[in-house]
């Protein structure tokens, strides 16, 4: 029988009383109105469209901002998640430090007992690893390294950070012993096709999660990039070629395009345009050098999660907005053309 009008509302009223104001469940208000849920969730509906609830959230720490930058780059970039921190100082260190240690919280809720985990290199990456808490009730991870070695450094030795993940949870690793370049493009196919390098790189197709580091624009005489075994003639070559950063030493220009230059054959690694593949692909990086970088990554949409600071975040969308309103305009202007003539 259906509910008459004033009784409908009264029911609506009281619906919303006891759900606002008294943190009854649903299921209680459902009882107390002695009616099913489905026709208590029509009527909480039904009073939503009819203007009976106002909602106002109240912002005390002043965080509304960042969140809605993080929808705004959610959603332009069709990404899974996104992770923004508010770093108080400029210097690129403590930048560093706050999106890895922020990267460390987000990389221990993801964790599962057998998960496949894919890893390449990095300060931050890095650092996350030192921000892991010891945690040994996590069992059967597999660690597969996406790069080969590239440097004396622990930063960018792979194989050091994929064992220090085991260390601080259980299972094994799957290591590329291999340099990060070589000398010739022949050279770099002939150790991809040895057997133990080839099933890395064949298993790493499918992994459960995968974390990358984003690694920063190369500059034209520059005499050095990172810790990359880079000459002055190469990074040339890559900022020639609009090179705006790499993942695991794939460089792309900002639009997210693979840079074809010399260097490209020559990198024992992944091709990132198989990352699509991995279930969770988890981007980290910030800090004034890595604005180009990151706008590059989003835009080869390599990532589906990205963790960076909200000033690399604002910057980001900025410099998206600049690139395309150029192209807006000479659309606009051709158009008004045509039209006049």
Known sequence: MPIPPDQRYYMKLKALYYLYEKNYTQTDIAKLLNIS????????????????????????????????????????????????VDCQSPEPDSIMRRIASEAAVYFEHQLRDGMSLGLTWGRTLNSMVEHLPDNHTIHDLSVYTLVGGSSS??????????????????????????????????????????????????????????????GEAPVRDAGHLSDYPFDTNIINELADAGAAGDICGNFFDINGHLCDTSLRDRIVSIDIRDLHRHRKVIGVGGGPAKVKSVLGALNGHYLSVLITDVQTASQVIELADQMAVPEDSAFSEQTERQTES
Do not use: W
């Not at 960042?66 to 996104?82: C, H, M, N």
């Not at 002939?190 to 790189?201: C, T």
């Open 37 to 84: 849920r489905v026709t208590l969730g029509k009527l909480l509906d039904e009073a939503r469209e009819e203007g009976m609830i106002k909602i106002e959230i109240v912002d005390v720490r002043g965080s509304m901002r960042i969140l809605q930058l993080e929808e705004t780059l959610k959603q332009r970039f069709r990404l899974q998640d996104i992770k923004l």
């Open 153 to 214: 450094s622990a930063d960018f030795q792979p194989n050091i950070l994929a064992q220090k993940i085991i260390h601080k949870y259980s299972g094994s690793t799957r290591i590329i012993t291999a340099p990060f370049m070589c000398q010739s493009a022949e050279l770099c196919q002939a150790i991809k096709k040895e057997p133990p390098i080839a099933s890395i790189l064949n298993a790493s197709l499918d992994l459960d999660l995968t974390m990358v580091g984003i």
